[in-house]
Each structure stands twice: as C-alpha cells, then as structure tokens.
C-alpha cells in the first residue's frame, strides 16, 4: 500500500510523509516546488524525505507537478513513480490532499492562485480518487472557514457561510465539494480544519519565522492590530499525529443523520470534518515573547493597523477529533516556539550568543 501526499514539498507534507517513511509506508509525493515562498526551503525538505526513504528502505518518489495538470495527476495516480517505472509501493490506495495555495494576505494580492490550485486541482483530486476507487481522501481546509464567528470556541457544528477572505471561500468549497462526491460516488473523505500550524521547517511567510528573522536581524517586526490578536497556535507534530491516526479511522455511511436538524460536520454520506488545534488562544503578544525567551533577544516592534481578510481571533473546539481518534493537541507554545528556535538557529546556521 502507498499514501499520495501533494504538497510533500510544503511544510505539513513534509511533515507527514518523514512521518510515514519513518513507519516504512511507501509515499507518492506531488507538489510543484512553486516560488511562493523561498524553493530552497522546499528543495532542502525533499532532500530530507530521500535520506530517510534510503535510511529506511522505503520507497519515496516525487512528482515535480502542478494539481492543475490532470495529466500529470493521473500518471501519479498509476502506481508508476515520476520516471515512469512501476513504483515499488504500489498505486496510492489513500490520499491525503495538502498542496494548495496558502495564506490568507496573499489571497488579496493574487486570488486567481487560489482559484486555480485549491479549486481547479482540488476538482482534479476529487476526480481522480473517484475513477481510481481511492479508500480514503483526506484533505486540508482552514480554520479560516470560521470567518466572522465569533461563537468561541470554533465548532464544527458552527455555520460557516460568512468566509472573509477568498483562501477561506476556496476551503469552505473543498469541504462542499467533497461533500458531493462523497455522496454521488461514496468515497470517503476526512476535512481537517487546521489552526494556524507552526514549528520545525515551517512557511517563511508565517508570523514565527517572519518574527524570528527579523529579531536575529536587529530589524523591526510588523505586528498588526496592534497585536490584539489572539490565536490557537499548534505545533506540528501534533497535527502530523492527528492525521496519522485519521488516516485509518473512514468516514461511514450514517443511517443515523438528522435530516431535520443537519449537523454541518457529518452527513449521511462517508463525510467528516475536524477541528485540529490545541485548544489554548494565546494572545500574540504572548507568542512574541516566547520567541524573544528562546532567543534571547527583544523585538523591535512596528505596530500596524489590521489587514483587510484577516480574523481578529481563533480558537478550536476539539472534542470531535478526540473523540474520533482519542488524541488531541497539546504541545505548549513555549515548547514548540523553542524547538523552532533551534531548528532555526541550525538551519540557517546562525552564529551567535544570545541562545537561552
Ligand atoms: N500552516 C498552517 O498554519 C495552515 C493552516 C490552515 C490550513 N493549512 C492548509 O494546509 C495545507 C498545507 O499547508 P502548509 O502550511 O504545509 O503550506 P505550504 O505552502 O508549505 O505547502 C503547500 C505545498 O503545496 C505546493 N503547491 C501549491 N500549489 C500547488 C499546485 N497547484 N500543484 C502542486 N503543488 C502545489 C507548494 O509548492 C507547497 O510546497 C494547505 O492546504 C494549507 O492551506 C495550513
């Protein structure tokens, strides 16, 4: 058996497939290595999946491809690796959709990224798992969805028809749209709703690499609402273990389904959708903080007004997830923003003495 993960390249992907080499499951990775944020930083995470596929026997391969190119998805889909031989792992029999284009800012600058990948290449996915009779789709979606909510904390059960960005309307689509196939072709699929993922390899465009950057560089930092923000900060391998054991929990037919009172997280149909976040809103300037201990060093701090498709708040409710897989998150912040601290310093390669 093997897993496709698109987007092996990013930082969840890569996260996950370290993962499930590490446990010898064969992993068809997809992603484009596009440049929106640094690609040396993708490169260098691929180059660490084939040392640990050599250091652990198991087979890895990486098609450098877009979701858009149906053509390209179909040949991933196959059981062929990206040169076109029979792949060791066989064809994928679960996939687990993570490439698409991220952050929420950047949806205002370029929002025909978003429709392409995480509505046209999600299309192409769902398409794909249905002709291929895929056991089990699992995909990424936001908490974004939540969008104006302010019923705290976020729960699946909540509405979330009022997005505020269109990152957050392509996800809630994702959602919709597995719905649909779910229900028309039974394919199972599990939406997870991750809240604001940092850690160890993390996206150069997020608030703790941004943050740690420019406080190493003496330069201030942009800290926007003035930093009353507050967010559900949670630590990677927290998630990798959700979806780790999502992968073999697969949403049912529910003969049980209210009709007369529908409960957006479930359906009748083989359909589910997860908060994952680790329960604990931390105010920003909290986190800022906690990197300022770890590194030894004060920020210099730029306050700024609020941007435009932004949420002033986030927080998750995660009863559903701990009920389905008995974990849930629970790293603290002080803990993770350190381990990223040090992956940081080493990384990059940072000399100084400042380190707590
Ligand atoms: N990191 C977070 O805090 C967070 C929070 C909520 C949801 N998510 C979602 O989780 C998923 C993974 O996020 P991440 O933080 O690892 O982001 P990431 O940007 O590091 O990873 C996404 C990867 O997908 C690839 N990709 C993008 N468009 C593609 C396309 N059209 N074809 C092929 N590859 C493509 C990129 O090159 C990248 O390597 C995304 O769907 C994201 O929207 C992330």
């Known amino acids: 058996m093997s897993i496709l993960i698109t987007g092996a390249g990013g930082f969840i992907g890569f996260h996950l497939a370290k993962k499930l080499l590490n446990q010898g499951i064969p992993v068809i990775g997809y992603d484009n290595l596009n440049n929106y944020y640094d690609v040396n930083l993708k490169i260098s995470r691929i180059n660490e999946l084939n040392k640990i596929s050599s250091e652990f026997k198991t087979p890895f391969t990486l098609f450098k491809c877009d979701l858009i190119s149906n053509n390209d998805l179909e040949k991933a889909f196959s059981g062929k690796d990206s040169s076109n031989k029979d792949f060791e792992g066989g064809p994928p029999e679960i996939v687990i959709n993570l490439a698409a284009q991220a952050g929420v800012r950047y949806s205002i600058e370029n929002p025909s990224a978003y429709i392409q990948s995480n509505l046209v290449g999600f299309g192409n996915i769902l398409e794909n798992c249905r002709k291929n009779k895929t056991s089990h789709l699992i995909y990424a979606s936001s908490s974004s969805v939540y969008g104006g909510n302010k019923n705290m904390p976020f729960s699946e059960k909540d509405n979330v028809d009022h997005p505020v960005s269109l990152y957050a309307a392509t996800k809630k689509s994702n959602e919709l749209m597995a719905h649909t196939y779910s229900h028309l072709y039974n394919l199972p699929t599990t939406g997870l709703r991750f809240f604001t993922v940092y850690g160890p390899w993390g996206r150069p465009d997020m608030a703790l690499f941004l943050f740690t950057k420019s406080i190493i560089c003496n330069e201030p930092i942009n800290v926007f609402n003035y930093g009353k923000m507050i967010r559900d900060f949670t630590y990677i391998d927290d998630i990798i273990e959700s979806i780790y054991k999502i992968i073999n929990r697969r949403p049912e037919n529910n003969d049980s389904f209210d009709f007369l009172k529908p409960n957006p997280s479930i359906s009748w149909s083989p359909y589910k959708i997860f908060n994952i976040g680790n329960s604990r809103p931390t105010p920003?300037?909290?986190?800022?903080?906690?990197?300022?201990?770890?590194?030894?060093?004060?920020?210099?701090?730029?306050?700024?007004?609020?941007?435009?498709?932004?949420?002033?708040?986030?927080?998750?409710?995660?009863?559903?997830?701990?009920?389905?897989?008995?974990?849930?998150?629970?790293?603290?912040?002080?803990?993770?923003?350190?381990k990223f601290v040090e992956w940081y310093l080493e990384h990059y390669n940072v000399q100084f003495g400042g380190i707590s």
């Open 284 to 338: 920003l300037m909290d986190y800022i903080r906690e990197i300022e201990d770890s590194l030894g060093i004060k920020a210099k701090i730029n306050f700024k007004e609020m941007q435009p498709g932004d949420v002033k708040a986030t927080s998750a409710d995660t009863k559903l997830l701990d009920e389905w897989i008995g974990f849930k998150p629970s790293t603290s912040i002080k803990e993770g923003v350190k």
